[in-house]
């Protein structure tokens, strides 16, 4: 059974940093990519980061572009969100995802239950 359980949400104020991390097991992930998508209230589910197995392709929202960064642990079977100089508008429940290949888009294989990010004023 698949499972990618994430963890390191929670309360921070805007400007402040998060990392989230991700565990998946069940299955080697090796030639999937992995990564994050986020749903805020009210809106659509929406990406927000994916890396490659090898960790050489790595793509980025615009609006996280140069604030977040993803990284992976093949060995651990880990993807972790660095989140910097966190935005009002990062607030959401972010989600983990892992799809066969090197994108994540546009829908992945599997996903995380979702750990929610509140950043306050």
């Not at 996280?64 to 990284?71: A, D």
């Not at 660095?82 to 888009?105: H, I, P, R």
Request: hydrophobic share 30%.
């Amino acid at each position: 059974q698949v499972q990618l359980v994430e963890s390191g949400g929670g309360l921070v104020q805007a400007g402040g940093s998060l990392r989230l991390s991700c565990q998946a097991s069940g299955r080697t992930f090796s030639n999937h990519a992995m990564g994050w998508f986020r749903q805020a209230p009210g809106k659509e589910r929406e990406f927000v980061a994916s890396t490659s197995w090898s960790g050489n392709v790595r793509y980025y929202s615009d609006s996280v572009k140069g604030r977040f960064t993803i990284s992976r642990d093949n060995v651990k079977n880990t993807v972790s969100l660095q989140m910097n100089s966190l935005k009002l508008e990062d607030t959401a429940v972010y989600y983990c995802a892992a799809k066969s290949g090197v994108f994540l888009t546009p829908t992945p294989e599997y996903w995380g239950q979702g750990t929610q990010v509140t950043v306050s004023s």
